[in-house]
Nanobody
Framework: QVQLVQSGGGLVQAGGSLNLSCAAS????????VGWFRQAPGQEREFVGA????????GYADSVKGRFAISRDGTKNTVYLQMNSLKPEDTAVYYC????????????????????WGQGTQVTVSS
């Protein structure tokens, strides 16, 4: 079993930056791809970005490309989402997720590919 604990987030003005962390229990996490998703009120959960377990893959939604970056630190069992140049439309609850079943290879941008989820963290960007 893997448990994902998120931290970071909060309130920031437009143009600011935030760094979200997703820390996992269990060394197996380092062999799992990790994705980040977000969900705004009244909207469906949407893909933000993902990273392969060997950093051999990184992908981002067009809406965040060039502003957000994902990295992982195997020594800390942690994956990060660095968010820069934040916009009010980035306001949402952000979730990290890990895939232990190998579905990431087929559909890395689908929430259904991930079977472990963090608790979510609120990001609010004021204009």
């Amino acid at each position: 079993q893997v448990q994902l604990v998120q931290s970071g987030g909060g309130l920031v003005q437009a143009g600011g930056s935030l760094n979200l962390s997703c820390a996992a229990s269990g060394r197996a996490f380092n062999s799992y791809p990790v994705g980040w998703f977000r969900q705004a009120p009244g909207q469906e959960r949407e893909f933000v970005g993902a990273v392969g377990w060997r950093n051999d893959y990184t992908g981002y939604a067009d809406s965040v490309k060039g502003r957000f970056a994902i990295s992982r630190d195997g020594t800390k069992n942690t994956v990060y989402l660095q968010m820069n140049s934040l916009k009010p439309e980035d306001t949402a609850v952000y979730y990290c997720a890990a895939d232990s079943r190998g579905l990431f290879r087929v559909r890395p941008r689908s929430a259904a590919a991930y079977n472990y989820w963090g608790q979510g963290t609120q990001v609010t960007v004021s204009s």
